[in-house]
């Protein structure tokens, strides 16, 4: 049975019910945050539970169900057992939904994984069978993001106004783990400075090696916010060497909002027309996205299209001035209110 991350996270009362659950996605802070929420809740009052950690590739053909066996019961002192298994890959996968399928259980399972394809045996074990509970993991999206971000501050009593907490959510990435670690170390920073930190200061501490989202980017350009423009743009355009990359991105973002405000124009909600596009905006971009369509009117989009072109052609044709032109042309139409 499959169960959205905010839904599980909410409900997870319920767990009680069931034993058995995986846990996979590109997202593993999330992924261990699941097992977290599990564990608490299978965890008794008295604190006995034993929790045995596995890793697939460590194990050996058979293994898995003799362990598996085993455990299936509270020990002999009555303990609960909770086998905490890492999928690192799927040479055990038929051995492991056999004995899933075959034993009842009265101790907990939990299996931890990265992104399983559709095709795979475990994955559509727990797809399938209701009494097993699957999590898929994954991106944080801009206002989880936000949540998640609001949420360890205040954890550690850090009071910060609701621009800044948006400011550094859309410079941070969209791993929970890479995310966590920003945001340990701001919160160091800013109670060993003992000062409330200027968008600046805190612009300073996200570290300048986390990987650029690069849609993200663009479409934090086009909404007029992107107040790290120069560290993304570096990252983005190889310290524009590559300006013709930036062109290119954002000349598809512009066209597929044009496309969506032609089809508002006719008669179609925006909701249906962006979920026309092809290929599909990602769901962690739904937000920024439509905020963009919202922010901009249909002659605006279009005289920034036909801009942009002319950056092209220039590009293409060779042209010494291209560079500049391209980049004045960016200033002045989509006027970037930052360029720290």
């Known amino acids: 049975m499959i169960i959205k991350f905010d839904v599980f996270e909410k409900q997870s009362y ?44 460590e194990l050996k053909k058979g293994e898995f169900s003799s362990l598996y066996q085993k455990h299936c019961q509270p020990n002999i002192f009555g303990n609960s057992t909770l086998l905490n298994i890492y999928l ?7 051995e492991i939904v056999t004995a899933l399928s075959q034993f009842t259980l009265q101790n907990t399972v939990i299996i931890k994984s990265e992104q399983l394809p559709p095709k795979s045996v475990i994955r559509s074990l727990f797809e399938r069978e209701k009494n097993f509970i699957t999590v898929p993991c994954y991106e944080e999206s801009f206002q989880e993001k936000i949540n998640y ?7 550690n009593n ?20 890479d ?49 790290s423009f ?9 310290y524009g060497n590559d300006n013709l990359k930036l062109l290119s991105y954002l000349l598809e973002h512009i066209f597929r909002m044009l496309i969506v405000k032609y089809k508002v124009e006719q008669g179609s909600s925006m909701t249906e027309a962006i979920r026309d596009l092809k290929p599909p905006v990602f769901f962690k971009h739904l937000d920024l996205f439509s905020e963009n369509i919202k922010n901009c009117e249909i002659n605006q989009i279009n005289f920034i299209f036909t801009k942009l072109i002319q950056c092209k052609k220039n590009f293409i044709e060779g042209r010494l001035s ?19």
């Open 88 to 94: 690192n890959n799927e040479k055990l996968s038929k």
């Open 179 to 227: 995310i966590k670690n920003e945001i340990e170390k701001i919160i160091i920073l800013i109670q060993s400075d003992g000062i409330e930190n200027s968008l600046d200061n805190i612009d300073n501490y996200i570290s300048d090696n986390l990987n650029i989202d690069s849609s993200s980017f663009i479409y934090s350009i086009v909404s007029a916010r992107s107040k």
């Open 14 to 57: 319920n767990l009680k019910e069931n034993n058995i659950f995986l846990f996979h996605g590109p997202n593993l802070g999330r992924v261990d945050y699941c097992k977290e929420i599990v564990l608490n809740k299978k965890r008794p009052k008295n604190n006995k539970i034993d929790v045995i950690n596995l890793h697939t590739e």
């Open 230 to 238: 120069i560290k993304n743009y570096n990252n983005f355009s190889d």
């Open 158 to 177: 850090i009071s910060l106004s609701q621009e800044k907490i948006k400011f550094i959510s859309e410079n941070l990435p969209n791993q929970r783990l």
């Open 322 to 340: 291209s560079d500049y032109y391209f980049l004045t042309s960016l200033f002045r139409l989509l006027k970037p209110q930052y360029f720290s």
């Open 149 to 155: 971000v609001s949420k360890l501050f205040d954890e």
